[in-house]
């Protein structure tokens, strides 16, 4: 119960989480009948192992207020934060040197060890963050992707963006780069086995078709189209050109 308010508290990301919420997230809607007391009995072993860890520590990291409490803490303590600090820098800054956001961007995917906050469950608001980081974690990889077919690393990708694909099998972006990656590693065959798979998938799950664009890449890739090779189509900008 105390991993899961720790990780409440980080899921806030400094700002006050009330009381309301913080019960939700430990008991669900079966709160215990004294149900403020045992809160304030997790929150009194918290401030202990915090007093024990960091006695110098000016400045109490965990506040009460009257509506609830407030956690602080800074990126650079919580990996999963710098991972998301990291991730935004990277795709804000100009495309001048690819080869650093590719070493960056697998530095910060590195500090990655397993799932968000350890497997906890938790709440609403824990549930929220998990999803949030683990669709953070997937669009960083694409961007890596992306950066990888650009610089002409395609060999190298297929293994990871093969694995990455299996765990998100509906996900086209994914689906759009290991078939460049494919058809440029000379494996036409299976780059176009990748789509039909995916098409298989969607329309017995959701009755739908590929979007346009994904199905512009299968048509490249039967065409052989030479903007296939270039290495600036990759990714997004695959897409962007595509649906031109």
């Given at each position: 119960?105390?991993?899961?308010?720790?990780?409440?508290?980080?899921?806030?990301?400094?700002?006050?989480?009330?009381?309301?919420?913080?019960?939700?997230?430990?008991?669900g809607t079966t709160p215990p009948?004294?149900?403020?007391?045992?809160?304030?009995?997790?929150?009194?072993?918290?401030?202990?192992?915090?007093?024990?860890?960091?006695?110098?520590?000016?400045?109490?990291?965990?506040?009460?207020?009257?509506?609830?409490?407030?956690?602080?803490?800074?990126?650079?303590?919580?990996?999963?934060?710098?991972?998301?600090?990291?991730?935004?820098?990277?795709?804000?800054?100009?495309?001048?040197?690819?080869?650093?956001?590719?070493?960056?961007?697998?530095?910060?995917?590195?500090?990655?060890?397993?799932?968000?906050?350890?497997?906890?469950?938790?709440?609403?608001?824990?549930?929220?963050?998990?999803?949030?980081?683990?669709?953070?974690?997937?669009?960083?990889?694409?961007?890596?992707?992306?950066?990888?077919?650009?610089?002409?690393?395609?060999?190298?990708?297929?293994?990871?963006?093969?694995?990455?694909?299996?765990?998100?099998?509906?996900?086209?972006?994914?689906?759009?780069?290991?078939?460049?990656?494919?058809?440029?590693?000379?494996?036409?065959?299976?780059?176009?086995?990748?789509?039909?798979?995916?098409?298989?998938?969607?329309?017995?799950?959701?009755?739908?078709?590929?979007?346009?664009?994904?199905?512009?890449?299968?048509?490249?890739?039967?065409?052989?189209?030479?903007?296939?090779?270039?290495e600036d189509l990759a990714g997004?900008?695959?897409?962007?050109?595509?649906?031109?």
């Amino acid at each position: 119960m105390k991993q899961t308010l720790v990780a409440a508290f980080i899921a806030a990301n400094n700002d006050l989480i009330t009381v309301d919420a913080l019960a939700e997230e430990l008991w669900g809607t079966t709160p215990p009948l004294k149900m403020e007391n045992a809160l304030q009995a997790q929150i009194s072993r918290i401030r202990r192992v915090l007093t024990a860890m960091e006695p110098d520590r000016r400045e109490p990291r965990l506040v009460t207020s009257v509506s609830g409490y407030r956690f602080s803490v800074a990126w650079t303590e919580v990996d999963a934060m710098s991972f998301l600090h990291t991730v935004d820098v990277i795709r804000s800054r100009p495309r001048v040197d690819p080869y650093r956001d590719i070493a960056d961007l697998r530095s910060a995917l590195s500090l990655w060890r397993g799932p968000v906050f350890g497997g906890l469950t938790g709440g609403p608001l824990c549930r929220t963050t998990v999803a949030r980081y683990d669709e953070a974690r997937t669009t960083a990889h694409e961007l890596l992707f992306d950066l990888e077919l650009r610089v002409g690393n395609h060999a190298r990708i297929v293994p990871e963006l093969t694995e990455l694909f299996a765990q998100n099998p509906m996900r086209e972006q994914l689906c759009s780069l290991l078939m460049v990656a494919l058809y440029r590693s000379g494996r036409q065959i299976e780059a176009l086995e990748v789509y039909r798979e995916l098409r298989k998938r969607i329309a017995e799950e959701l009755g739908i078709e590929p979007s346009p664009i994904l199905r512009r890449f299968e048509k490249a890739i039967l065409d052989h189209d030479p903007l296939l090779l270039y290495e600036d189509l990759a990714g997004t900008a695959d897409e962007q050109r595509y649906a031109s």
